[in-house]
């Protein structure tokens, strides 16, 4: 089996492909996917979708982007849907200095009040961070020492890998991996252990190298795993289990409420 960690099914761009998405997912062996919800919108449509799909587990933040535009008013309705246990993490809440869409600082300000909401609510974080990871990790040593974090569609240097794993992080890997120009990022996957990788679609963005120019979709995510078996030697059921095996750990599933 595999888990999608970090998929946006309730990104208007695929609503209406959906249902076809989740047979297609079930029947690669996608055991569930983890939505991660960005605003108001796609955070009700979130978790109407974990009501008719228990397979399905949301997250919720403004990502670095859009805090200028919305993270004020997003917050405290992230922070009533984790108070009421139907969020498995917070997230993705970040810093993104290639784009630069919203300023510095109030990028920074935003990633250390989500820190503040996860340590008092006991959840995991899910990481956006390009180009960034200097202040990062700075901001993240100072306020949230020892804290559990997801980097989500790592493509960071292998400095910046070393740097996730002594503060105990996973790395997601996303179909970028499999990309013709990815040789360093490749390079990382076989340096980092197994046991501290999970993998991603990112759907609906990223396809892998064999769907380019396609809308991605969950059933993507074994050509994903098949190159991570390809790097490390081993059989693609391997990657399967391990990564799953850390999605667990990481995400509480268990814990999750419904029908609130």
Not at 6 to 13: D, I, N, V
Not at 39 to 44: A, G, I, N, R, V
Not at 109 to 122: N, P, Q, T
Not at 140 to 163: E, M, S, V
Request: hydrophobic letters at 40%; glycine letters at 6%.
């Amino acid at each position: 089996m595999f888990i999608d960690t970090h998929a946006h099914l309730t990104s208007p761009q695929i609503i209406e492909k959906r249902d076809e998405m989740l047979k297609r997912a079930r029947l690669h062996r996608i055991a569930k996917i983890v939505n991660i919800c960005t605003d108001e919108q796609t955070l009700q449509e979130g978790l109407k979708l974990a009501e008719q799909e228990p397979w399905i587990y949301n997250t919720a933040a403004t990502t670095p982007h859009d805090v200028e535009k919305e993270g004020a008013s997003f917050l405290p309705i992230v922070e009533k849907a984790a108070r009421e246990g139907r969020l498995v993490a917070l997230g993705e809440t970040g810093l993104d200095y290639h784009y630069m869409h919203s300023p510095r600082e109030m990028q920074k300000e935003f990633l250390v009040r989500y820190f503040a909401l996860a340590i008092s609510l006991h959840l995991p974080l899910i990481f956006h961070c390009r180009d960034a990871f200097s202040d990062l990790f700075d901001l993240a040593d100072r306020y949230y020492p020892q804290g559990r974090a997801i980097l989500h569609c790592f493509t960071g240097t292998l400095d910046d890998a070393k740097g996730m794993m002594e503060r105990g992080w996973y790395l997601s890997i996303s179909g970028i991996a499999t990309y013709k120009k990815s040789e360093e990022l490749r390079h990382v996957i076989k340096y980092v252990p197994l046991e501290r990788l999970v993998i991603e679609t990112d759907t609906p963005y990223l396809a892998p190298q064999g769907k380019r120019g396609q809308i991605n979709e969950p059933s993507f995510l074994l050509e994903t795993a098949d190159m991570i078996a390809s790097l490390k030697g081993i059989k693609v059921e391997a990657v399967g289990e391990s990564t799953s095996h850390n999605a667990e750990q990481f995400f509480s599933f268990s814990k999750v409420m419904r029908n609130v």
